[in-house]
């Protein structure tokens, strides 16, 4: 089959700029600057700020233990802390509070470092994955916590050593027009590049519970916050939702004792006080598929009507037999005149719906992920025809359980929402007589962009059930046979 092993698009990002910044405000900003460009002594500071939070007891709001349980713990590690309950485990994952909650917290522990390095010009550091993806030396070397505070030695052996970088990274987020859809959801921002990230440096960073231990967390959360500002500058600012949302408020222990944020306060960097040196953001898509997946092993399972189709908004339709994957790609081939059938035909919206997704790999460090494509022709499998559906994603979703928007519409406890982002949904309407869902493992790369080697036999995963979903417009009735 034709395929490139790397497809690499650049796009860069149609002219943006919304809202200019007045002169005289934009000389106080204070500038966020990508990692790549920090002198030694910037780099100094940045080191000796984390050192002297390291150096702190828990208990002090300025330690570095503190403000990694402000982010997560677990139940017991909070506990243990005198105010625990009121500031500590409060990332907003998986809800329209991620970019918000998180852009306070590292305000804040920008302010911790910028004190306890001494340096009113200290900014946090970015690391722009998207020009370069593998982890910036200086979180690298010197290979050791004692001299460098940036080390840690829980990531990923390879993305350490600068042997293997993440793979699988792309900024299709940046084209929602809807602030909940780029907030939230598979095809969010939260989605790919954050969870990307924290999936394939894993260690600390695999779980919600550790991730703010690892410095990385910081420049990580940096870009995201970055990726956020890019998105308003090109316009979509104006879908940021009203009240109740941005009248929400978040407690923090800042140096200037108890903050009650309000969410409002926050939506523009400039508000807060700083920018960013690059903006809008390069837009880059790096669409890459493994070789291996020529191996694809194809299934025709008996899809049939799920017994207990769920409530609105989504309806399910179709419903797999259980499955194990493991590293061998595999394509779920469903036949698209069943599909249209069973209601397929006046879909607005398509999801697949995994239903008691078990991890079987030995818990959260997989360092990667599990993706979910469309390729909308069975019979004539064409990688560069693939349409990226979602990833199965080890961050948060088993250790939150499951995603907070199937939470709310299912009330079930281990399934997984993948929404089908609309370029899929165009290609299914113009498929041949079969279409696939295509499971396959991404992880790290070497510097050819080649996978990293893996045993490809090793289960990963345990699916109860793959259902199809649909909404439909309303205007268009039900389009189903039943
Ligand atoms: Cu609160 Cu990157 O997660």
């Known amino acids: 089959m034709g395929m490139s092993r790397r497809e690499f698009a650049l796009l860069m990002s149609s002219a943006a700029a919304a809202v200019a910044t007045p002169p005289a405000l934009a000389a106080a900003l204070k500038v966020r600057r990508g990692i790549h ?21 828990t208990e002090d709001f300025r330690s570095w233990m503190y403000q990694a349980g402000v982010h ?7 506990a243990a802390i005198p105010d625990g309950a009121t500031y500590w485990r409060q990332c907003k994952h998986g809800t329209t509070h991620f970019l918000t909650w998180h852009r306070w917290y590292l305000l804040f522990c920008e302010e911790i470092i910028r004190h306890l390095a001494d340096d ?43 042997i293997a970088g993440i793979s699988g990274l792309n900024t299709d987020a940046l084209d929602h027009i809807d602030f909940d859809d780029f907030a939230a959801g598979s095809g969010s921002i939260a989605s790919n590049p954050h969870n990307t990230i924290h999936n394939q440096v894993v260690g600390n960073m695999a779980t919600v519970a550790t991730a703010g231990r690892d410095p990385v967390f910081w420049l990580h959360h940096c870009n995201i916050d970055r990726y956020w500002e890019c998105w308003i500058r090109q316009g979509g600012g104006r879908t940021h939702p009203g009240s109740p949302w941005s009248d929400e408020q978040f407690p923090f222990h800042s140096l200037t004792g108890r903050r009650e944020v309000i969410v409002a306060d926050g939506l523009r960097t400039a508000d807060l006080g700083y920018t960013y040196d690059n903006l809008p953001c390069g837009r880059r898509v790096i669409w890459e598929i493994p070789d291996w997946i020529r191996d694809l092993v194809f299934e025709r399972v008996p899809w049939r009507r799920p017994p207990q189709p769920d409530p609105p908004p989504w309806r399910e339709i179709l419903e797999s037999p259980p499955m194990a994957i493991n590293g061998q790609p595999r394509a779920l081939v469903v036949s698209r005149a069943d599909f249209l059938r069973a209601g397929g035909a006046n879909a607005r919206r398509v999801a697949v719906i995994l239903h008691g997704v078990e991890n079987l790999s030995g818990k959260d460090n997989l360092a990667f992920s599990l993706e979910v494509a469309l390729a909308p022709d069975a019979k004539r499998i064409a990688i560069n025809d693939f349409r990226g559906v979602a990833p199965i994603d080890a961050f948060g979703s088993f250790e939150l359980s499951v995603v907070a928007e199937h939470v709310e519409h299912h009330g079930a406890s281990s399934a997984l929402v993948l929404e089908l982002p609309e370029r899929a949904l165009k290609a299914l309407s113009s498929a041949g007589d079969e279409f696939a869902l295509v499971f396959f493992r991404r992880g790290l790369v070497d510097r050819e962009g080649k996978p990293r080697p893996f045993d490809a036999k090793q289960p990963l995963f345990r699916i109860g059930a793959t259902r199809l979903a649909v909404q439909w417009n309303a205007e268009m009735g039900s389009g189903t046979d039943s």
């Open 37 to 57: 460009t920090y002198s030694t002594t910037e780099l100094d500071t940045l080191r000796a700020g984390i050192s002297a939070m390291k150096a702190l007891p």
């Open 120 to 162: 009113c010009h200290f900014t946090m550091p970015y690391w722009d994955y998207l020009a370069d993806n593998f982890l910036p030396e200086p979180l690298r070397l010197p290979a050791d916590v004692t001299t460098n505070s940036l080390y840690d030695s829980t990531r990923n052996t390879d993305i350490n050593t600068g």
């Open 72 to 78: 997560g713990s677990t139940p017991a590690e909070a």
